[in-house]
């Protein structure tokens, strides 16, 4: 088969045919690519859906981590605590010392009444 760069009547409908080949070929491109895109658009909003109760959950998760986070107690809380414990430890300190000391006086008191009982035992 020769290419005749003439126009005739067979050049002609050779063309149309290509031309209506291609037109039908574009036609059922974009009528199908139609119909995917309702399909792409309901997939991404079934996506943007998801992503939506993803985020209210997860900010439902951060309210609760917040609302925990405002009942502890701060930085300057603990160091009164810590503070309160220090003195109080002084204190039972002080507390002992003084027991001790009471200890020992009431040996010497114990003894001394003691010492007074033999003696009104055995002088009486």
């Known amino acids: ?7 005739t009547m067979g050049n002609v409908l050779a063309a149309l045919a290509l031309m209506v080949s ?3 070929t574009i036609f059922a491109w974009i009528a199908t690519r139609r119909s995917n895109v ?3 658009f309901q997939r ?3 996506r943007f859906k998801e992503g939506s109760d993803r985020m209210d959950r997860q900010e ?3 309210a609760r981590l917040e609302q925990s986070v405002k009942s502890m ?3 300057d809380d603990l160091h009164q605590i810590e ?3 220090t003195e109080l430890a002084g204190t039972m300190k002080e507390i002992a010392a003084v027991i001790g000391a009471n200890q020992s006086s009431l040996k010497s008191l114990d003894a001394a009444v003691s010492t007074m009982r033999e003696y009104l035992l055995n002088n009486k």
């Open 22 to 24: 291609l037109g039908t």
């Open 38 to 40: 309702e399909a792409r």
């Open 1 to 7: 088969m020769n290419f005749d760069p003439t126009i």
């Open 73 to 75: 107690p701060s930085k």
């Open 60 to 62: 439902g998760r951060i």
């Open 83 to 85: 503070i309160g414990m």
């Open 44 to 46: 991404v909003d079934e």
